[in-house]
């Protein structure tokens, strides 16, 4: 088979080397944090927010993203907090809400639902808002979402806007996450989105610069999630 | 307010200066791109893998990952052709199936549906056969797409495994794939996962290295589906 559908080495396929000593998903996982232990630079990391930085890490593939990482003083355990007592979580993209592990969610909490989670780009009026005003969704979506912002866990890995429209509400509007995850992604506005959060007196952990993403942010809650069921 | 909600220094909301001079989601995506194209440094990408590696940058907020991308020499003609075509695209996690926007596809093809993308990896057999045999479940979910995969498009963010089984696949069963975007991420046989799809002869799409993931792998497809659209 292998001139006619592709092996131009003719080698054997790469996954009987993983058949013969095959491992199960959280074997995997556990292999890998292994591996991340024992590559990663020097770093004055505290233990619980080591285990968030780590499966960022994990995440991104990539041991870069350590240097640009920052807690507030009192982040990790304002998260685990907030996640042990089944706080809403306010996420702004459908991937971040695909992402988040129900399983993980209620071993901090058993009380979480996936009506727990909450995200409104996708709402029909979310739409309509933001094209009468010619502005992005997501400032519409963030909006929408004030009721359950205060004392609630607020997820950014998409859209600075969002993540400044949040930090307009709480400076003004008296709006006060228990915990603010800030990794936005991209090149226009991300990085002060990223300086004001870390400005404001609220629990955040935030990627500066321009990286960020969906998958992050949900390495970041799961992180917690493993540190709330300990 | 300030003092007790917290803004330090008394500075007024950044997003003021957006509301200033204020822009809709795509003018600020059209605003990220002109960023994109300024600041890239010199490459020797053709204008529609261009169009590909930009929304990666986009999606990742980090230039470093271009000298990882690597196009077969037919990989966005024959992504192009298949999104055209209407052919299925199976994905090995549920925040692609998220990301994936039904709206860009069917700027490609109008028979794009829901049911046009494949993702097993929460389905209850995929759980249950992984759990007895003490493996992945992303092995299974890709062997229960093997239906669609020859003429498909097959999307890999997440986990390496499956995308080594694919390629078992293709050597040894026939599987032929239209395109294979391989981005999955992380630190246990991710680089041999794409070192041996990027050996075989199959249209591929690969970012080398550790580094990957489901957002990017989103990216991969929209950047396609622009091209296929134009």
């Known amino acids: 088979m292998g001139d006619k559908n ?5 080698r054997s396929p790469f996954i009987y080397n993983f058949y013969a000593l095959p491992r199960s998903g959280p074997q995997i996982e556990a292999w890998s944090f292994d591996v991340i232990d024992r590559e990663a630079p020097p770093h004055s990391f505290g233990p619980d927010e080591w285990e968030v930085v780590r499966r960022m890490i994990h995440t991104a593939g990539d ?9 507030s003083a009192d982040a990790v355990p304002a998260g685990v907090k907030a996640l042990r007592a089944g ?4 996420v702004d993209s459908s991937m971040i809400r695909a992402g988040l592990s129900l399983a993980r969610l209620r071993s901090a909490c058993v009380r979480y639902s996936p009506q727990s989670v909450f995200c409104h780009i996708a709402d029909e009026d979310v739409a309509r808002d933001a094209g009468e005003a010619e502005l992005p969704r997501s400032i519409f979506a963030v909006r929408k979402a004030k009721p359950i912002l205060t004392g609630g866990i607020a997820v950014f890995g ?5 993540l400044l429209e949040l930090n307009r509400m709480i400076i003004e509007d008296g709006v006060q996450p228990a915990l603010v995850v800030a990794v936005p992604v991209g090149f226009v506005h991300v990085e002060e989105s990223k300086e004001e959060i870390l400005s404001l007196d609220v629990p955040c952990i935030v990627l500066r610069g321009r990286r960020g993403g969906s998958t992050l942010a949900v390495s970041v809650i799961h992180a917690l999630c493993t540190l709330s069921a300990g």
Chains 1, 2 share one sequence.
């Not at 706080?87 to 306010?90: A, D, E, G, L, M």
């Open 87 to 90: 706080r809403p979580i306010y």
């Open 6 to 10: 592709g092996l131009k080495g003719g």
């Open 63 to 71: 041991f870069t993203i350590m240097k640009d990482i920052r807690f």
């Open 158 to 162: 998409n859209a600075p806007v969002a």
